[in-house]
């Protein structure tokens, strides 16, 4: 197993000639001290003339605060997406509430904040998913709430070389339970209110489904877990499977939902590829690999923070008090172009 030695807190010139100055401190994603505007149109213009610079250091880092800007609600933030992000991208397959403020502007979570949020790299269990996340900090939490991010190269260096054998050659099942009554919708997750339209969703997505009564629906669906990034050429560990396992509940959530709805009924569950269930002490490797390379930094207001979705998983701490964080999402990728070790398949393994 590969081990990180944290590297001391260094301040680096950009590249070229954009005049930016990167902050590498351990423990903390890479950050950008942006110079002072008056307007976000002045802030806007200062991000585009950087944007090349930008992005060659979220391939670096995986993961890039933006600090001293002047964004202060969903207008301002939309105005810095699209000085940073080309080509905005969706949000499918949902499993979250979010508000949305139009013009492709989200809130992060509407989760309870007493909710701690695992990292996770967002819709990776889709054939096609954002290749940049934005997040801005419209009001700052009281304590806590930070945006953790998590390089995923380090972590699937981290991680036992046989089980990373076992996911490369399998991938990985996700199982989801749409109801009414836990977890998601399927009219919400799919946007639609007929049953038809979600069933051609899944046929077209590689999704495979079945109907357990009007308002129930269970899909399976097989993806890698491995994967590379297009650009960097690096491969990286990119999937929801610990994130959804039943292991990774808090055990007393764990109890209620598999007495209310089965062990089969679980708003999500993941399994290997081939169907085999992990030990726990397996579940806790991948979980334990997430830790370790957690980094957080605490949001002030105006903050921008960019993720390569690839490159970088993202979670959220709990927190107290109000907190506004905003969410964009775009330069979208498919999974086709990464090299996918394993096929994906809406009947994996006859299950």
Not at 104 to 112: H, I
Not at 179 to 203: H, I, N, Q, T, V
Request: glycine fraction near 8%.
């Amino acid at each position: 197993m590969t081990t990180f030695a944290p590297n001391p807190a260094t301040t680096e010139p950009g590249l070229g000639d954009s005049g930016i100055t990167v902050v590498r401190e351990p423990g903390k994603p890479a950050l950008v001290q942006v110079p002072r505007h008056g307007t976000m149109a002045e802030a806007a213009a200062w991000l585009t003339a950087r944007r090349a610079d930008i992005q060659a250091e979220l391939h670096r880092s995986g993961a890039v605060m933006l600090r001293g800007l002047p964004v202060t609600d969903a207008g301002s933030f939309a105005e810095a997406r699209d000085a940073l992000i080309a080509t905005r991208a969706g949000y499918k397959e949902k499993a979250t509430p979010r508000t949305d403020f139009g013009e492709g502007v989200f809130s992060s979570t509407d989760l309870p904040a007493i909710q701690p949020i695992r990292l996770h790299n967002e819709n990776s269990y889709t054939l096609d998913f954002p290749g940049v996340l934005l997040f801005g900090c419209v009001t700052a939490p009281e304590t806590g709430g930070a945006t953790t991010v998590g390089d995923m190269r380090r972590a699937l260096a981290l991680l036992p070389e046989e089980l990373v054998a076992r996911f490369t050659e399998a991938g990985w099942l996700l199982v989801r339970n749409y109801s009414d009554l836990a977890g998601m919708p399927w009219r919400k997750a799919f946007s639609s209110e007929e049953p038809a339209g979600a069933e051609e969703y899944c046929d077209e997505h590689a999704i495979g489904y079945e109907w357990l009564d009007e308002d129930t629906l269970r899909t399976r669906q097989l993806r890698s877990a491995v994967i590379t990034h297009p650009v960097t050429g690096e491969r990286v560990w990119f999937n929801h499977f610990a994130f959804w396992n039943a292991r990774s509940l808090d055990e007393d959530v764990r109890e209620v939902l598999t007495e209310t709805f089965g062990a089969d009924g679980l708003p999500f569950d993941t399994r290997l590829g081939d169907g085999t269930a992990l030990t726990d002490a397996e579940v806790d490797a991948i979980n334990d690999a997430y830790q370790a390379v957690t980094v957080r930094e605490t949001w002030q207001d105006g903050d921008l923070m960019l993720v390569d979705n690839i490159l970088c998983a993202h979670g959220r701490e709990a927190y107290t008090g109000a907190r506004k964080i905003l969410v964009a999402m775009g330069e979208p990728v498919p999974l086709a172009d990464c090299g996918p070790t394993v096929a994906p398949s809406a009947t994996p393994y006859g299950m």
